[in-house]
């Protein structure tokens, strides 16, 4: 026998041939050589990081690698002040990043949980019961409804079978199994009827089977392995901060290298160089933005967390508000992932909209004709297994999905079924079947002994010979049934037909199928998994933000397509991409072409959205996925930012995730897009501030160098500078709200650098404004005869004032200044003040004083240096409205 062959397209014997196994089970021998040969039926752990290597991986970063330097230089040096400043800070970002950081990833351990079960199988003709995690391949299992599949299996017999896939697949229904089929080797997974897989429920029925792949070996396992070594993709931040960094480094290491040679040549001592070494790495590296970035993001994450949006990775704040593309699981994200009939159809093909949703009795029946609506409410409601009804304050129901759903429906209109069944008492009944396809209970109604039928169209239509219309019941129109029931498949419905009607039954007759015959066929009625209320607004909304959206889901490409339509995402059927075109894709080149092509993708197996990711990817997007099954634990894994549904969501899908969404909404994705570009807008306010301040300080220390002067700021100095009144302002700058346009502009291009043309131009005004004013006023006052530390003195103050004024210009890159009310960020204002006064504090402080080497100055001098200080909101105010005519194309006109 070839062993190529899957086993879905094999027939019972074949599978027990090949699998060294019979019926009456292996032997207790066999079965521990093989436990040895294929090992225990778990799944892999994924390697987890320990808190002292997440600590260490904090320093991982070009621009603490020059602080470090800096630090070193420093203390060979015995400059003490300089070096502790310069740890203090390090130590401290490693703590906050360390502390934000440290959770484990517990991927594979989640899956883990979904097979760790007993089970019953039969070794040697004996039914024993044992651990899961001793399953192997020839094992013969007895299953039961309501039990978890421990392993992939073929089955061997089945009773009534269905079973829930919808956390591999993604079919939102339950799927029936038959044991006796044969199946095409290509058949998708989410049709091999005649196999269980490892982590599905069995929803309904009874079965034996054998065990074919236990473990790594499982689908469930392939799907384990693919997230515990699949290499996690950078974070958008995390990308451009790295370009970012890399470019400050090489800056500075090659302003250093020019400045120490002009140094030297001016004849200054190498302790003297090192010391200008030292200022000049404390200047142009922003200390504060680790800190920033980290306190940034922290309060996008509690933001999020408002909205329904939690966060498990830090960096994932800004992922979201990056992402070009969102590919969106169907099942449980964009439905609420309970069928609900939504439409009753008349045989003469009258529609009648059933509103509301899920396990909800509330919404109406849109119906003109309420005796007819009454014959096809008792018919839903008598041949039902289902429970629905109250317990305390909510609404509760088992049972089958569909005699759920129908019971629901026939609530709506009044109809209960414990009261229905006190007016017309059961007398018998024929369960659901899926061999049969229908169910049918007889009933005493008014005296007459009645049948009521509801099951698959063409089983109830071989029942009726009448079928109701508003005028009364007619003879049936058989074709006009199977066209209208057709109609209703191809808008993604499932169909199902409601029949009734009088029966001749003997006392000493058994109720069956022979008695159903000459019914009247009342209604068909189209059931779905509908849509949440909000997920068309909020796919509108990510389109007027720029992003792309596409469904990806493991159902049926009519469904998924319905499903779409009504979405907004597709209005033609053809062209839905599904997993068995991709799989048939020629090359790498054709599956990226049709992923590309595609916003609704249908019948897609778990490794397949995988590969749609990629090809995103490969196409340059940055990718968000949404899903709540553990068939879509990859795709999580691999996109930019992976999005779990936190109510539905499987373990696994959760703990892969980046983000949470606790409502299960769609919509919540919005806000998290809108926190997400506010997070990354408040990093670049913090870069630009701390950047033009910084380079306002190269500045000022280049043009005294090429003077001649003195060093007009001690690295002492400098430090103060950047870390406690600049940092005091750039925290308080993280918490600034959102402008208001963040979802009207489109994504940022995932090429686009952190230093773009806007900010290089912003950064290059401000700091020669700064560094040039602040220049001329130590220039001068040396002139006048005052001492170096009295120039310095002022020449600090006059820094710090800037910083404060510039901390404003900061808060928007478009918005004047004066357009912007102070109050909504009222920690900015109250910082600004706040850092003012912490330096005045210092220059009476005789300790602090004399570690900075300042001391205090009379009114009109500070009056005189904030004059000065309003230089630099004028230059910016100027240069906004240059970039305002520039963007608007008055440029061009102009010409």
């Known amino acids: 026998m070839n062993d190529s062959v899957p086993f879905h397209s094999l027939s019972v014997t074949q599978t027990l041939e090949r699998l060294k196994s019979s019926e009456h089970g292996l032997s207790q021998q066999q079965a521990a050589k093989r436990l040895q040969q294929y090992g225990h039926n778990r799944l892999p752990a994924g390697k987890k990081s320990g808190l002292l290597k997440i600590f260490l991986q904090q320093f991982k970063n070009p621009l603490i690698y020059v602080l470090l330097a800096a630090a070193v230089l420093s203390l060979s040096i015995a400059q003490w002040h300089d070096a502790a400043f310069i740890f203090a800070v390090l130590l401290i970002n490693a703590v906050i990043g360390t502390i ?14 979904m097979v760790t079960t007993m089970c019953r199988v039969l070794r040697q003709g004996e039914e024993l019961e044992i651990d899961a995690l001793s399953l192997v391949p020839g094992d013969i299992i007895l299953l039961e409804s309501g039990e978890r599949i421990p392993a992939d299996l073929r089955l061997l017999s089945s009773h009534n079978l269905e079973v829930s896939e919808a956390a591999l697949t993604g079919e939102s229904l339950p799927v029936r199994k038959n044991a ?24 309904r029925g009874r079965a034996t089977a054998v065990v074919v792949a236990t473990g790594i070996h499982t689908e469930l396992g392939s799907i384990a392995s693919v997230v515990t070594t699949e290499r996690l993709p950078q974070a958008p931040l995390l990308i451009r901060m790295q370009r970012f960094t890399h470019l400050i480094t090489l800056i500075v290491a090659a302003a250093a290298v020019l400045m120490a040679i002009a140094a030297l040549l001016q004849g200054m001592t190498p302790q003297q160089v090192f010391l200008l070494a030292v200022a000049l790495a404390v200047s142009a590296i922003p200390e504060g933005l680790p800190v920033a ?20 990775q830090l960096v994932a704040v800004e992922s979201l508000g990056s992402c070009t593309f969102i590919a969106t699981d169907k099942t449980g994200t964009l439905t609420i992932n309970q069928l609900t009939a939504r439409q009753i159809t008349l045989p003469s093909g009258q529609h009648w909209a059933v509103h509301g949703e899920g396990m909800s009795p509330e919404g109406e029946i849109e119906s003109d004709n309420g005796a007819l609506l009454d014959r096809i409410c008792v018919a839903a409601v008598l041949p039902n297994e289902g429970f629905f009804g109250r317990s305390g304050e909510q609404w509760v129901s088992h049972g089958d999905a569909v005699d759920v759903a129908f019971l629901v429906m026939a609530h709506k209109a009044g109809f209960i079924r414990a009261e229905l069944l006190n007016l017309y008492p059961e007398q018998a009944v024929i369960p659901f079947e899926s061999e049969q396809l229908f169910s049918a209970s007889l009933n005493r109604v008014d005296g007459v002994t009645t049948a009521f039928a509801k099951g698959a169209v063409e089983k109830i239509l071989s029942m009726c010979s009448q079928m ?21 498949a191809q808008q993604g419905y499932r169909v199902l037909a409601l029949a009734s009607g009088e029966v001749s039954l003997q ?21 779905i998994d509908p849509l949440r209320e909000q997920s068309r607004p909020a796919i509108a909304a990510c389109r007027s933000a720029g992003i792309e959206v596409a469904m990806v889901t493991g159902d049926h490409p009519l469904t998924a397509f319905a499903i779409a339509r009504e979405l907004g995402l597709e209005h033609d059927a053809s062209n839905v991409v599904t997993g068995l075109a991709l799989k048939q894709a020629a090359s790498q080149a054709d599956f990226d072409r049709q ?15 995988l590969e749609i990711v990629r090809a995103l990817q490969r196409q340059g997007h940055f990718v968000a996925v949404t899903g709540d099954g553990a068939n879509d634990a990859p795709a999580l894994q691999a996109a930019e930012v992976g999005v779990a549904m936190g ?7 959760r703990e892969t995730a980046k983000l949470i969404i606790t409502d299960d909404n769609f919509s919540s994705i919005v806000s998290g897009i809108e926190q997400g570009r506010v997070a990354y807008a408040n990093v670049r306010k913090v870069i630009f501030l701390l950047i033009s301040t910084g380079a306002a300080e190269i500045v000022l220390i280049s043009l005294a160098l090429l003077s001649g002067l003195p060093l007009p ?3 002492v100095q400098l430090l103060w500078l950047n870390l406690v009144t600049n940092g005091i302002q750039h925290i308080a700058l993280t918490f600034e709200p959102a402008e208001g346009d963040e979802l009207s502009r489109p994504p940022r291009k995932p090429t686009e650098a952190i230093f773009n043309r806007l900010m290089i131009e912003r950064v290059l005004v401000s700091a020669l404004v700064i560094g040039l004013v602040s220049f001329l006023l130590f220039q001068s006052l040396l002139g006048q005869g005052y001492g170096v530390d009295e120039a310095r003195n002022a020449t600090l103050l006059l820094m710090v004032l800037f910083e404060n004024i510039h901390a404003f210009n900061s808060r928007s890159e478009s918005l004047s200044v004066f357009r912007h009310n102070p109050f909504r960020n009222g920690l900015l204002l109250a910082g600004a003040i706040a850092a003012q006064l912490i330096h005045i504090g210092a220059m009476y402080t005789p300790w602090l004083a004399q570690v900075l080497q300042i001391h205090p100055v009379s009114l009109a001098q500070w009056l005189q240096l904030l004059t000065l200080a309003f230089s630099v909101m004028l230059a910016m105010e100027l240069h906004k409205l240059y970039w305002t005519w520039y963007r608007s194309g008055s440029h061009r006109s102009a010409r």
């Open 293 to 312: 970035l980290t306190i940034a993001l922290s309060i996008g994450m509690r933001r999020m967390a408002k909205r329904n949006v939690i966060v498990r």
């Open 713 to 715: 700021l001690l690295p």
């Open 595 to 609: 992923v590309g092509q595609g916003h609704v993708f249908a019948r897609v197996e778990p490794t397949q959205k």
């Open 468 to 488: 109701a219309t508003q005028l009364g019941d007619v003879p049936l129109d058989a074709n006009r049934i199977e066209a209208v029931a057709g109609e209703m």
């Open 507 to 527: 006392p000493q007759e058994v109720f069956s199928r022979e008695h159903l015959n000459g019914l009247v066929l009342l209604a068909l009625v189209g059931l």
């Open 647 to 653: 109510k539905s969501g499987t373990d696994v899908a």
């Open 180 to 203: 006796s089929v044969q199946l095409e080797p290509n058949t998708p997974l989410a049709e091999r009827s005649n196999m269980l897989f490892a982590g599905t429920l069995l929803d």
């Open 100 to 113: 934000q950081e440290f959770s484990a990833q517990h991927s594979a351990d989640a899956l883990q949980q």
